[in-house]
């Protein structure tokens, strides 16, 4: 897409930015046994709540984006995770040409890493996925990731450490054009999340909680202008110092790489594999 095309586009929307540690819970609407409150710091918490009788939980953006940086802390679940998968992610709604970003934390047995997804979809297209251990107990305390999307690429990052850049080209599908809501939510995943769905949800370990707080939005919504590149994340891309710190998750952490399952492409590997 050109810069004119990126214009024409960004003139239906208008600037959202979300910083209020209180106000944030009131661009969203939830589904399922969801709760609020402050943490130990005074800070609005929305927690969501997973047992076999209250299914998925999860709350939705009031709003659709056209690109943004979307950042929130989260708190994940202690102990026994497994089967459990815990989403902060943009959609475009659930038909077969969806456009998503994804950030899913796939629980885990006591003891073993939580692995961090990493996705992207566009018109229908998925099977991009990068998943990392990750280096630290996302239990034991708050730490905040990140989505930056642009019409350039899409950065995931944890904390204050980039893992990884989708790259946009000209000729791949990208998602440029559909607007979508950003969600989170915690659902029971016991076929896939973990050991490749080996290991399902205990429901003895229930009520399963995930915290969320400080949600972070500069992004562009329906509804009025929003003009191209006035602010940082929509030119983002990574540094050299920034391209190290995913060398450094990619060597350290990666568990998953689409790039080197040739069993799952038959016929050759996506085509963007070749470029990075």
Not at 86 to 93: D, E, Q, R
Not at 234 to 246: I, K, N, P, Q
Request: hydrophobic share 35%; charged share 20%; with cysteine.
């Amino acid at each position: 897409m050109g810069r004119r095309s990126v214009a024409v586009l960004a003139t239906a929307f208008a600037l959202l930015q979300v910083t209020s540690a209180g106000s944030w819970l009131r661009e969203f609407t939830t589904d399922g046994t969801v709760r609020t409150g402050n943490d130990a710091s005074g800070q609005r918490v929305m927690m969501l709540n997973l047992d076999r009788s209250s299914g998925p939980a999860g709350f939705n953006s009031k709003e659709q984006f056209l690109y943004g940086e979307f950042s929130i802390e989260m708190k994940l679940i202690p102990g026994n995770s497994a089967g459990t998968v815990s989403c902060f992610y943009l959609s475009s709604g659930t038909d077969d040409w969806r456009d998503e970003i994804d950030m899913e934390f796939m629980g885990n047995s006591t003891g073993q890493p939580v692995v961090l997804n990493t996705n992207v979809w566009a018109n229908g297209d998925g099977k991009k996925e990068h998943q990392f251990d990750l280096w630290f107990d996302p239990s034991a305390d708050y730490h905040t990731y990140t989505i930056i999307w642009n019409p350039t690429n899409i950065l995931f990052k944890v904390d204050n450490v980039f893992i990884r850049s989708f790259k946009r080209y000209a000729d791949l599908a990208y998602p440029s054009s559909k607007p979508m809501t950003l969600h989170a939510t915690l659902w029971d995943g016991s076929y896939w999340a973990t050991e490749k769905g080996k290991v399902p949800i205990d429901w003895n370990s229930a009520p399963f909680v995930v915290s969320y707080r400080s949600f972070y939005a500069n992004a562009c919504v329906a509804g009025g202008a929003c003009h191209a590149g006035r602010d940082g994340w929509m030119s983002r891309r990574l540094d050299a110092a920034e391209w190290g710190t995913v060398r450094w998750a990619e060597r350290n952490y990666m568990r998953y790489n689409y790039c080197t399952d040739a069993w799952r492409f038959p016929n050759g590997l996506p085509a963007e594999c070749s470029r990075n």
